[in-house]
T-cell receptor, first 109, second 113 residues
Framework: KQEVTQIPAALSVPEGENLVLNCSFT??????LQWFRQDPGKGLTSLLL?????REQTSGRLNASLDKSSGRSTLYIAASQPGDSATYLC????????FGQGTTLQVKP | NAGVTQTPKFRILKIGQSMTLQCAQDMNHNYMYWYRQDPGMGLKLIYYSVGAGITDKGEVPNGYNVSRSTTEDFPLRLELAAPSQTSVYFC????????????FGQGTRLTVV
């Protein structure tokens, strides 16, 4: 049974800081690992998808890495901005798409 | 493309009533998923489908039923609603569930009283 865990549950940082969000999963036989953003009261928006054969993906200030052997992924946000404030969720796909509990990020001006 | 469309957006049910949450996608995606999200929590998978006529249980299927008669539609049925089913329900779809991203609807907020 796939279990996905995200640490920390919440994070508050001043604007401009670089930060790392962590995601771990128990079943390494994944097709891909996805990172999503959720704003309060809204649906989820896909940020990055890392296929099982890849080590990392980048989009703008976001960089996600994947280490299948250790069951870990990290989302790196460079030069954080108040507009980055949201909940970030990771999900591991084995056909089923299983989510972690999310990390709620607050970036203070 | 409208993407993933969920209806209704809000609903209040009385204990013991039944209802169907509708989900439709116009992207010709094979995989579709239903999730529930309780306050301050992540998403829990209820059911998913890898194509028309094929469905399978997720993490929390009890109290729910699904069907997938077409590629486009994946309705979620609640029978005998209970207060524990008060939640926000999200539908999602993906082309093949392996190397393509998932797209989400805007959610249905359900309250059972």
């Amino acid at each position: 049974k796939q279990e996905v865990t995200q640490i920390p549950a919440a994070l508050s940082v001043p604007e401009g800081e670089n930060l790392v969000l962590n995601c771990s999963f128990t079943d390494s036989a994944i097709y891909n690992l996805q990172w999503f953003r959720q704003d309060p009261g809204k649906g989820l928006t896909s940020l990055l998808l890392i296929q099982s054969s890849q080590r990392e993906q980048t989009s703008g200030r976001l960089n996600a890495s994947l280490d299948k052997s250790s069951g870990r992924s990290t989302l790196y946000i460079a030069a954080s901005q108040p507009g980055d404030s949201a909940t970030y969720l990771c999900a591991a796909s084995t056909g089923k798409l299983i989510f972690g509990q999310g990390t709620t990020l607050q970036v203070k001006p | 493309n409208a993407g993933v469309t969920q209806t209704p957006k809000f609903r209040i049910l009385k204990i013991g009533q039944s209802m169907t949450l509708q989900c439709a996608q116009d992207m010709n995606h094979n995989y579709m998923y239903w999730y529930r999200q309780d306050p301050g929590m992540g998403l829990k998978l209820i059911y998913y489908s890898v194509g028309a006529g094929i469905t399978d249980k997720g993490e929390v299927p009890n109290g729910y039923n699904v069907s997938r008669s077409t590629t486009e539609d994946f309705p979620l049925r609640l029978e005998l609603a209970a207060p524990s089913q008060t939640s926000v329900y999200f539908c999602a779809s993906s082309f093949n569930g392996q190397n393509t991203e998932a797209f989400f609807g805007q959610g249905t907020r359900l309250t059972v009283v």
